[in-house]
């Protein structure tokens, strides 16, 4: 087996500060959070950007200036910036911060979906800001828009005209076959990331069985062409890390999947989460990748070719 390329996603965009008050929101935080993560084990940082007065998902070009030189200067870790932003954003604000900064990665979910979060508004709590809960509730008449109009302009913006290599988020079935889709069309070409994304509301549930039938499809589909990693949201965050391992897989954990270190304790950092993933994937005898070893394994473009 390959070594494992260790994901971690600092922030993202569906926790709100209220849930914890470990959740990176700032420039500062987010670059010693991701520095930190990155000395832990994890090559590739995914990253959000956060307007800092009020924790509100952004995805503006300052937001991500004020962190991404900090992350640049302080690790070798790759960067991979989301070109989800935020299920509200259009599909042009979205790509405002990811179009500037043109990094070695940028995440592309592979299809439109629901993209459920109002559970977690039910939890009582002391909201710090008045976004929050309406922006929890509200998103049970929310979908996440990524039409193949919309893949293509992303694959293509950067993609081919930056340089950008993808983590491909395949939240269900249907999101491999656009993936291969896309691959039939000459747009997508080998080595190609997927990660499954397991247990959000919306798309496939984090089970086990739902993870073998998503890889096997993805062995008919791609066959040696593919690497994957899995994220599970919530709980299932490090057993399905762990299957995945044992699968020969790479692993994503971080706080935009899970703000828990374990039952009823939140983590205190990226960093937290990392290092019990490491030692996951040390236990059942695979090393971590490096960050160079994983721009070997992805073949991406190098940090001396970013703009930032």
């Known amino acids: 087996m390959s070594k494992v390329i260790i994901s971690c996603a600092l922030t993202g965009s569906i926790h709100t500060p209220s849930m914890s008050p470990y959740l990176p929101v700032t420039g500062e935080d987010i670059a010693a959070q991701a520095i930190g993560a990155a000395q832990a084990g994890a090559a590739i940082l995914h990253l959000h950007a956060r307007n800092p007065v009020d924790?509100?998902?952004?995805?503006?070009?300052?937001?991500?200036?004020?962190?991404?030189?900090?992350?640049?200067?302080g690790c070798d870790a790759v960067v991979n910036l989301s070109t989800g932003g935020s299920a509200v954003m259009t599909l042009e604000d979205r790509l405002t911060g990811p179009l500037m900064a043109a990094p070695e990665m940028a995440s592309l979910n592979m299809g439109t979906m629901n993209f459920a979060l109002y559970p977690m508004a039910a939890k009582p709590r002391q909201w710090k800001f008045e976004w929050e809960e309406p922006f929890l509730r509200n998103s049970d008449d929310l979908v996440f828009r990524n039409t193949p109009r919309?893949?293509?302009?992303?694959?293509?913006?950067?993609?081919?005209?930056?340089?950008?290599?993808?983590?491909?988020?395949c939240y269900d079935l249907s999101h491999l076959h656009m993936l291969a889709h896309f691959r039939d069309r000459g747009m997508v070409k080998a080595p190609i990331f997927i990660q499954f994304?397991?247990?959000?509301?919306?798309?496939?549930?984090?089970?086990?069985?739902?993870?073998?039938?998503?890889?096997?499809?993805?062995?008919?589909?791609?066959?040696?062409?593919?690497?994957?990693?899995?994220?599970?949201?919530?709980?299932q965050q490090m057993p399905m890390a762990a299957i995945a391992a044992g699968m020969g897989g790479h692993v994503r954990v971080g706080l935009e999947d899970n703000l828990f270190i374990s039952r009823g304790?939140?983590?205190?950092?990226?960093?937290?989460?990392?290092?019990?993933?490491?030692?996951?994937?040390?236990a059942l005898g695979r090393e971590v990748a490096t960050p160079d070893e994983a721009r070997a394994m992805l073949g991406l473009k190098g940090a001396d070719k970013v703009k930032y």
């Open 55 to 73: 924790g509100r998902p952004s995805a503006s070009p300052e937001h991500f200036m004020g962190f991404l030189p900090a992350i640049k200067a």
């Open 150 to 169: 919309d893949i293509e302009g992303i694959l293509r913006q950067m993609g081919e005209e930056r340089g950008a290599r993808f983590e491909f988020e």
């Open 265 to 282: 304790i939140l983590a205190k950092s990226n960093a937290e989460q990392v290092t019990r993933v490491r030692g996951i994937v040390e």
């Open 197 to 235: 994304v397991m247990g959000v509301l919306g798309g496939v549930a984090a089970e086990p069985e739902h993870l073998a039938h998503m890889k096997a499809t993805a062995d008919r589909l791609f066959g040696d062409d593919y690497l994957f990693s899995v994220l599970a949201a919530g709980r």
